[in-house]
């Protein structure tokens, strides 16, 4: 199961994945029925969650809602930390994910726009380089694992900044790896080579520890959320949350 994901996660392109693996999954759900791991989002309980990756993680994927780490640990910093999902907020959701877009689209406090240049789940056609809406528009910017594949990152951050309304924020993950500086070089156009050096045929960087310092050059004002320790270690454990995952959360800057 491992290895068939991690194939099919490396080579079937995101928009289709997108389209079929709902269906699929939903299917593999019957073989993990249990009450070890539960997700936060959906409230499925399972023996344990499945396999994901392109390095397959065991107790990722929420086989019901298509929930990873990550997406579980900002739902419940949302619930916990934010007014997200009480107050009257315009939320831009770039390259929104299955797990949330319909559960935010059902919130009656939220005027919810998704956009994605490419994704079939988004509503808005839109290249982050240059977002149509006017300046200060925004309350809430979700931007998760899409920075890592973009030309110009900073130029996106900035354009996020510019939309933002003053007292706007954001959540704004990617992959970021135990090194010190982000690699990045535009002349590596091949697929396999960027593999090889970014971890992924799409990717066009590999971000290091300097990520938040880096998106700060755009204006937008970083913090390096430790929220993952706050929470108990048992429901760390029956969430399936990567217990040192950083929540890069962002103001509005100058």
Known sequence: MKSIIS????FVPRPVLQRISPAFLHLLSFLNKGKEVECPICSKEYRKFLPYGRVARENALCPNCLALERHRLMWLFLKEKTPFFSASLKV????PEHCFIHRFEALPNLEYITADIESPLAKVKMDVHEIPFPDDSFDVI???HVLE???DDIRACSEFNRVLKPSGWGILQSPV???DKTLEDKSVTDPAEREKLFGQRDHVRK???DYAQRLRRSG????????VYELPVDLVKKYALAPTETLYVCKKGN
Not at 7 to 10: F, L, N
Not at 92 to 95: D, F, I, S
Not at 220 to 227: A, G, V
């Open 142 to 144: 979700f931007c998760n």
């Open 177 to 179: 790896y135990k090194m």
């Open 220 to 227: 937008l004002q970083i913090e390096e959320n430790q929220f």
């Open 92 to 95: 831009l959701h770039v390259a």
């Open 7 to 10: 194939q099919v996660v490396r």
């Open 207 to 209: 971000f290091g520890l």
């Open 149 to 151: 594949h973009v030309e």
